[in-house]
């Protein structure tokens, strides 16, 4: 159906197009104006060059003012949990403390044979990590606060029996190394 609509267009204006030839020399005419436009247009853009650079500037700086601003008035995700919450602010406070506490233990028994475990732990603390900051997300968006909350308390539960397992291997790691080379005779 389009197709008929051009065709009977092209039926209607036929006889009334422009198919004559331009006049000797238009070519050179109309090369010759637009030179002389680009000139002027060259000219004025010449005159003007420095605002470009200075409107470029003041933008820069009006977005970096922008930024700074608000990154100091911004409220960090701890900040609205401890709105929601204050006791998991305490208990977060607790909790971190003593698991930064027993990483900086784990990572002074770090030796040949311990090495892997440790890493492994590293590994399975960055996954609770992870998770932790999901809860965290999760209860400012409105969730089961209750229910939330016992997740957040269970993860870092989780976090510090792991690292108090781990210790333990490492322990039991040295005191098989300590035997072995006791017994060892040259």
Same mark, same amino acid.
């Given at each position: 159906?389009?197709?008929?609509?051009?065709?009977?267009?092209?039926?209607?204006?036929?006889?009334?197009?422009?198919?004559?030839?331009?006049?000797?020399?238009?070519?050179?005419?109309?090369?010759?104006?637009?030179?002389?436009?680009?000139?002027?247009?060259?000219?004025?853009?010449?005159?003007?060059?420095?605002?470009?650079?200075?409107?470029?500037?003041?933008?820069?700086?009006?977005?970096?003012?922008?930024?700074?601003?608000?990154?100091?008035?911004?409220?960090?995700?701890?900040?609205?949990?401890?709105?929601?919450?204050?006791?998991?602010?305490?208990?977060?406070?607790?909790?971190?403390?003593?698991?930064?506490?027993?990483?900086?233990?784990?990572?002074?028994?770090?030796?040949?044979?311990?090495?892997?475990?440790?890493?492994?732990?590293?590994?399975?603390?960055?996954?609770?990590?992870?998770?932790?900051? %999901?809860?965290?997300? /999760? +209860? &400012? !968006?409105?969730?089961?606060?209750?229910?939330?909350?016992?997740?957040? =308390?269970? *993860?870092? %539960?989780?976090?510090? /029996? +792991? &690292? !108090?397992?781990?210790?333990?291997?490492?322990?039991?790691?040295?005191? =098989?190394? *300590?035997?072995?080379?006791?017994?060892?005779?040259?």
């Amino acid at each position: 159906m389009e197709k008929d609509t051009i065709n009977k267009l092209f039926n209607d204006l036929q006889g009334s197009f422009d198919i004559e030839e331009p006049i000797e020399g238009h070519e050179t005419r109309f090369l010759e104006k637009l030179r002389q436009k680009n000139t002027v247009a060259t000219i004025t853009k010449k005159k003007n060059s420095w605002w470009k650079p200075l409107s470029i500037a003041a933008s820069i700086a009006l977005l970096f003012f922008l930024a700074i601003g608000g990154l100091n008035n911004s409220i960090t995700t701890e900040d609205k949990v401890a709105e929601i919450s204050p006791e998991v602010s305490k208990s977060e406070l607790y909790f971190v403390s003593l698991i930064d506490d027993q990483i900086k233990e784990l990572e002074k028994e770090n030796s040949p044979e311990t090495k892997k475990i440790i890493e492994d732990t590293l590994l399975q603390l960055n996954k609770l990590e992870k998770n932790y900051s %999901q809860l965290e997300q /999760d +209860l &400012l !968006n409105g969730g089961n606060s209750k229910l939330i909350l016992s997740a957040m =308390i269970t *993860n870092f %539960q989780t976090r510090i /029996d +792991l &690292l !108090n397992e781990v210790l333990a291997q490492i322990d039991r790691i040295k005191k =098989i190394k *300590n035997t072995h080379d006791e017994n060892f005779t040259i």
